[in-house]
T-cell receptor
Framework: GIQVEQSPPDLILQEGANSTLRCNFS?????LQWFHQNPWGQLINLFYIPSGTKQNGRLSATTVATERYSLLYISSSQTTDSGVYFCAASRNSGNTPLVFGKGTRLSVIA | ETGVTQSPTHLIKTRGQQVTLRCSSQ?????VSWYQQALGQGPQFIFQ???????GRGNFPPRFSGLQFPNYSSELNVNALELDDSALYLC????????????FGPGTRLLVL
């Protein structure tokens, strides 16, 4: 099955700094999603991005499907950005089971 | 808010007991997937239900079972609980008509003593 690897595993930032999180996947995918898990465990959808680039406020994501990686950019980080960021993928689109990476734990310090 | 609800929020059980977790899917969604998230790990797929039938299963033993009801809500049952079953259990709802994404509930934290 698909393997999903995320880096770095941990990241500490000063408030206002920018960061890039990376997700590598082992096979071609039709579904690639980024999630933010808050301290209470809620998984919040950030992007559905099997290819191309999307932006939502201070967050943006790029997936290069041919090279099997995706990047999540966080600009001007805030303390509320803290939490764990997960990348998840599946071969098929829509509601097929997602394979998650182990996540990147981000701590933003004021 | 995703519109997906789960109950209970927390649960403590002892080894050997049985547990039932519940999930109400987002309005208009007919598919529910369950995931187990151990501490420090990413969620792992348990199984999925579509129109009341199991529609895919991950690498979990048969003591993990489920149900989906006509209103598309779902239950996850775990028999003969083991210490390693302690985890956050997440349910996700989705629609086969929607290409994009699964929407996750807030989860149930299960502790097995």
């Amino acid at each position: 099955g698909i393997q999903v690897e995320q880096s770095p595993p941990d990241l500490i930032l000063q408030e206002g700094a920018n960061s890039t999180l990376r997700c590598n996947f082992s096979d071609s995918v039709n579904n690639l999603q980024w999630f933010h898990q808050n301290p209470w465990g809620q998984l919040i959808n950030l992007f559905y991005i099997p290819s191309g680039t999307k932006q939502n406020g201070r967050l943006s994501a790029t997936t290069v499907a041919t090279e099997r990686y995706s990047l999540l950019y966080i600009s001007s980080s805030q303390t509320t950005d803290s939490g764990v960021y997960f990348c998840a993928a599946s071969r098929n689109s829509g509601n097929t089971p997602l394979v998650f990476g182990k996540g990147t734990r981000l701590s933003v310090i004021a | 808010e995703t519109g997906v609800t789960q109950s209970p929020t927390h649960l403590i059980k002892t080894r050997g007991q049985q547990v039932t977790l519940r999930c109400s899917s987002q309005s208009g969604h007919n598919t529910v997937s369950w995931y187990q998230q151990a501490l420090g790990q990413g969620p792992q797929f348990i199984f999925q239900y579509y129109r009341e039938e199991e529609n895919g299963r991950g690498n979990f033993p048969p003591r993990f079972s489920g149900l989906q009801f006509p209103n598309y809500s779902s239950e996850l049952n775990v028999n003969a609980l083991e210490l390693d079953d302690s985890a956050l259990y997440l349910c996700a709802s989705s629609s086969r008509l929607e290409r994009e994404t699964q929407y996750f509930g807030p989860g149930t934290r299960l502790l097995v003593l």
